[in-house]
């Protein structure tokens, strides 16, 4: 199956700084996905983004599927950034999940 | 549009139980996926329903076991329950009609299995 690495796994920001959170894969991929847990459990979905560019207020994500990385830009981090991020990806029919970025933003 | 439910939001069973969880997808949505969560694994994949035929499945037990029905609810099933069974059990509803697409993910189930 693909293989996927997330990194920083852990990532202390004080508030107001930006971050770069960074998912690799080693296959090609048809489709990939960004959430971010909230602390009940919630998986709050950020982008759809097989590739290319997006950005949502403070957010964005470029994912360069030939070379099979996607990253996560958080802008001005607010304390409600705090929480972990997943990629999600599916390709080769299978579907994997990243092992998260912890993200703890202090004020 | 409402959003994914599932049932219930937390669960405590004995080990060597059984029990079934329940999702309710998006309207329209027709694909239903199950994906586990614990601090150890991280999220993983158990199976995925389109049309209420298992579509794709992912590397569990045959303890771990769903279906679907023709309204797209989703039931999973866990017999023989261990405590390493005790879990978040979330589920996803896309509208994918032949290959993944945009998943949105319920609120989960917290299973705990003394």
């Known amino acids: 199956g693909i293989q996927v690495e997330q990194s920083p796994p852990d990532l202390i920001l004080q508030e107001g700084a930006n971050s770069t959170l960074r998912c690799n894969f080693s296959d090609s991929v048809n489709n990939l996905q960004w959430f971010h847990q909230n602390p009940w459990g919630q998986l709050i979905n950020l982008f759809y983004i097989p590739s290319g560019t997006k950005q949502n207020g403070r957010l964005s994500a470029t994912t360069v599927a030939t070379e099979r990385y996607s990253l996560l830009y958080i802008s001005s981090s607010q304390t409600t950034d705090s929480g972990v991020y997943f990629c999600?990806?599916?390709?080769?029919?299978?579907?994997?999940f990243g092992k998260g970025n912890q993200v703890v933003v202090i004020p | 549009k409402a959003g994914v439910t599932q049932t219930p939001r937390y669960l405590i069973k004995t080990r060597g139980q059984q029990v079934t969880l329940s999702c309710s997808p998006i309207?329209?949505?027709?694909?239903v996926s199950w994906y586990q969560q614990t601090p150890g694994q991280g999220l993983q994949f158990l199976f995925e329903?389109?049309?209420?035929?298992?579509?794709n499945k992912g590397n569990f037990p045959g303890r771990f076991s769903g279906r679907q029905f023709s309204n797209s609810r989703s039931e999973m099933n866990v017999s023989t329950l261990e405590l390493g069974d005790s879990a978040l059990y979330l589920c996803?509803?896309?509208?994918?009609?032949?290959?993944?697409?945009?998943?949105?993910f319920g609120p989960g189930t917290r299973l705990t299995v003394l």
């Open positions: 996803a509803s896309s509208s994918a009609t032949s290959v993944y697409n945009e998943q949105f």
């Open positions: 309207s329209g949505h027709r694909s």
């Open positions: 999600l990806l599916y390709g080769n029919n299978r579907l994997a």
């Open positions: 329903y389109f049309s209420e035929t298992q579509r």
